[in-house]
């Protein structure tokens, strides 16, 4: 960088960046000084800037923030407890998004890819820059209407067989519906097992408006009675609703706003096609809860005292554990709700990289991550829970902050409880 490069200000920045990106900062900076915020983000009024004149002249424009809190609690919230089973998340339009800094489901494993403007990134990493993120963060500078995006995602280290979480959080509507469209074909052709979105949407009377510093930016809508079929055409089997049925008592839009949110068509034939295979185990008896946690239980202490022999134990109950797995899995028609327990519980743990090759962290991780897996599965057998429910459950919330093959005995103590 030259020396009148060096001279550029953080002021200067803030003239140059998309005004609609700070104004999201400027919300989440707002929410965080609440007494009890949804969200809380601690970079977010520094990546604001100064906003004071602007929210003293449009005090209705910032006061109508409720939305994009609403947005970004779903995500961190409903979607966010999968992201450890996903070695990469892609943010397609992240703004000044902060969640490598600030969520903890986010660890040294994920690579976190932000793609936006070069201004954005640029702006952003200043502000940043002596900030240390929880995971490896990859901030990619392009034009998605321009350029061949994905060949420059592959080309800042994206992988396209690795299990990918895709979010397009306030982005869809800014952009061409048939740019769209493509991006959606493109990312749910790509090889990984697990491909997984959130989007969310306007409505064709809000893209109508032309008012406003975001919808009169929006380019297009859809009615929620068409949303399947126009992801369904682009490779992908969605869920969606209302933002306004996760409010709040939030003002987010009177039924003008949908999340969406799903798999690629390519995940969900896997899944099926390990259905079909295991058509013959449909009527395998049910297995002894308190045996199979007394299992779980002795593999959790000898992996801790000696992890070569757990190891050696956990293969083995693998083998004897996965046909009851896919046959619950197989007897449900909500596999989404099956991925809220655990994404894990969704594909064969052997059809991933062989355990033997994985380094000694990610030996730890497999372990915990299935041990935990099954014994949510069991918890939510026994409670008849799916898996929104079960996210709301006190069990689940106690192991968000213990996840090691240590915590594994406290979890089973809670289970054993219910049976």
Request: some cysteine.
């Amino acid at each position: 960088m030259d020396k009148d490069s060096d001279e550029i200000t953080i002021d200067a920045y803030e003239h140059a960046i998309p005004f609609t990106a700070r104004l999201i900062a400027y919300y989440r900076a707002q929410e965080s000084k609440l007494e009890n915020p949804l969200i809380v983000d601690p970079y977010a009024e520094q990546l604001a800037g100064d906003l004071q004149t602007y929210a003293k002249e449009h005090k209705r424009t910032v006061g109508s923030g409720d939305y994009a809190i609403i947005r970004a609690h779903y995500v961190d919230n409903r979607l966010a407890e999968s992201w450890s089973d996903f070695l990469q998340i892609v943010i397609l339009g992240a703004g000044l998004d902060t969640r490598a800094y600030r969520h903890s489901a986010l660890d040294g494993d994920n690579t976190l890819f932000e793609i936006d403007f070069p201004i954005i990134n640029q702006y952003k990493g200043e502000i940043l820059k002596n900030e240390v993120p929880l995971c490896h963060v990859v901030r990619l500078s392009l034009d998605f209407s321009t350029t061949n995006w994905m060949k420059e995602l592959s080309k800042a280290g994206f992988v396209d067989n690795l299990d990918t979480f895709w979010i397009l959080e306030g982005f869809a509507y800014y952009l061409d519906k048939d740019i769209i469209s493509s991006i959606l074909k493109e990312i749910a052709g790509i090889e990984a097992d697990e491909n997984r979105i959130f989007v969310d949407l306007c409505v064709p009377a809000l893209a109508e408006m032309e008012y406003g510093p975001f919808a009169r930016h929006f380019k297009w809508g859809l009615k929620k009675e068409d949303v399947h079929a126009f992801f369904a055409a682009s490779g992908w089997d969605v869920t969606c609703s209302y933002a306004d049925d996760f409010d709040h008592g939030r003002d987010v839009g009177q039924r003008g706003l949908i999340f969406v949110d799903g798999i690629s068509y390519k995940t969900r034939n896997a899944i099926l096609q390990q259905q079909k295979e295991i058509e013959v185990l449909s009527n395998i008896i049910e297995p002894d809860y308190n045996k199979v946690l007394c299992e779980i239980e002795t593999i959790a202490q000898l992996y801790t005292n000696e992890p070569e022999k757990g190891m050696v134990l956990y293969v083995e109950f693998l083998k004897e554990i996965t046909p009851y797995i896919k046959t619950r899995v197989q007897s449900t028609e909500d596999l989404w709700s099956i991925g809220r327990i655990s994404s894990r519980l969704l594909r064969d743990p052997f059809l991933r990289d062989p355990i033997k090759e994985l380094t000694k962290e990610e030996q730890e991780a497999h372990v915990a991550g299935y041990l935990r897996a099954i014994i949510f599965l069991i918890y939510c057998q026994v409670q008849d829970l799916n898996g929104s429910q079960f996210i709301q459950t006190q069990v689940y919330k106690e192991s968000l902050d213990n996840t090691g093959v240590t915590s594994i005995p406290h979890l089973i103590g809670k289970v054993r409880k219910v049976l």
